[in-house]
């Protein structure tokens, strides 16, 4: 069912997180100040270049830090830059450069380290009670000097779904989407519900279809800021849409031939999501199924 | 694959969370204000009764109210209490009194309360800049009056898994486990991993195992206090197990007789997982493979 290895983007991180030593102050501190550890160049949360991540030897700290991991024998760090970016906006030419021409492994390596520094930026004082918080951990922790609250960087679990009536797959529009581009409807995982709750809910909100037989296929992370993408399949049980206009701005059904122009060709009745998005990953799946 | 409805438990509210109501103040407050509302009542974050949930008649709110949904034709609301609960202690026994015997739909929906109501207690300031915060969008949202940060309810996804090797399970203790407690492995999913490098990661670190083949199963909300558990099975390369015992106390391979005994007996070499626990529908589900 998966797709192959390096088919999703943002997957296969080759760094070693070793989790031991974000819990040992002491063999950090002696990694940091050795002389051999690296620090990942980022100019705010943005890579310097678009055809490898590029590391710095890594001098006295004047920021925060975030232990990434071992690789190739080196600890990795990166700094937390000044601001985060709450509303990253997905169409920034500069960056889609890089994410699209990074080679599989140093993309995703950026992608945990930019979910975990926007964190750290946006999380700097206590939500339990306003105080200053400090980094801890390597970087895994934030800790309030105040109240003693510890808090841990965000992964958002998102439901993103394929959904199927006769042989054709219903893909929609978001009002900030670019033009032309359709793609798999997707929504936030909310308290209290399991993933397949999750999926029926969003395509009952969205798009007013009842789905049943929700199975998932395979899952992305996604640094905007920081999701976990859990891509599923499901089954409509009409093709009559009714459109929240809030959330889609269009809602259509495709044919295989569609989607296969539309992802293969280039040129097909939409403009598909882009190559390291999971729901481009969804649609070339769907295209390899019997 | 999955289990029978009804078998996961926390999961099948039965409420309609009516997403359209959330995004509309003047309708929300004419719920609070029509004389129709019910409010969930609570004892802090535990249900007051462990038979039912119990519902009183919305009053004019001395407490930020969060708008549950709709269920039966009313809306449903619940208070946010003064302290949240950072630390949920699982072996509480009223607490735990109550989870074992609420109706499903009952516990589902409690759930889904029981981690917004949390979230909203441990999340009064902004981590942005410190300023309080104000509940929005029916209690789905916080918004900063300073720095205009927008904060939403946390689901931490976490990686739950059944290791095998030779027909056998890798069950592993916690020392904070009750006695004589064996579970499945598990660890919260990381920024820039999908779920199955946490599955291999968590195995790796906790009982350094190496696994391969990770499926996916099903999934249950957990609510202590926030959590989406991603049920997965794995195959391990090799029986030979290295604990951190940090994370781990002890950790065994089990057979199928041996977990069947514990779990429908209840008198196995094992105190198995409670019922309402997705390990325990994960040993369940596992002893019903051919």
Request: hydrophobic share 45%.
């Amino acid at each position: 069912m998966m797709p192959m290895t390096g088919a999703i983007g943002f997957a296969g991180s080759p760094i070693d997180r070793a989790d031991a030593l974000r819990r040992d102050p002491a063999r950090l501190a002696a990694l940091i100040a050795g002389g051999e550890a690296l620090l990942l160049e980022l100019d705010g949360l943005a890579p310097v270049a678009a055809e490898a991540l590029r590391w710095l030897p890594l001098k006295s700290p004047d920021a925060e830090l975030v232990f990434l991991g071992l690789l190739d024998g080196r600890a990795r760090f990166a700094a937390v830059p000044v601001a985060g970016d709450a509303d990253p906006v997905l169409a920034r030419q500069a960056l889609w450069q890089a994410i699209e021409q990074l080679p599989a492994a140093d993309l995703a390596l950026y992608g945990g380290a930019r979910s975990l520094l926007d964190w750290h930026a946006r999380h700097r004082f206590c939500a339990n009670c306003g105080g200053p918080t400090a980094s801890a951990k390597g970087g895994w922790q934030r800790d309030c000097g105040a109240c003693g609250a510890s808090h841990f960087p965000r992964t958002d679990p998102v439901a993103i779904m394929l959904v199927e009536h006769g042989g054709k797959l219903l893909l929609g529009r978001q009002p900030r989407f670019p033009p032309g581009r359709y793609s798999a409807l997707a929504g936030f995982v909310e308290p209290g519900e399991t993933l397949e709750e999750a999926v029926t809910r969003e395509v009952q909100e969205e798009a007013g279809v009842t789905v049943g037989n929700v199975r998932y296929l395979f899952s992305q992370p996604w640094p905007f800021p920081s999701q976990l993408m859990l891509a599923c399949i499901a089954q409509a049980e009409t093709d009559r849409l009714t459109l929240d206009a809030e959330e889609l701005e269009d809602a259509r059904w495709y044919t295989r031939e569609e989607v296969a122009l539309a992802i293969q060709a280039g040129e097909g009745p939409f403009n598909p999501p882009p190559s390291r998005a999971v729901a481009h990953t969804m649609l070339r799946w769907w295209l390899d199924q019997p």
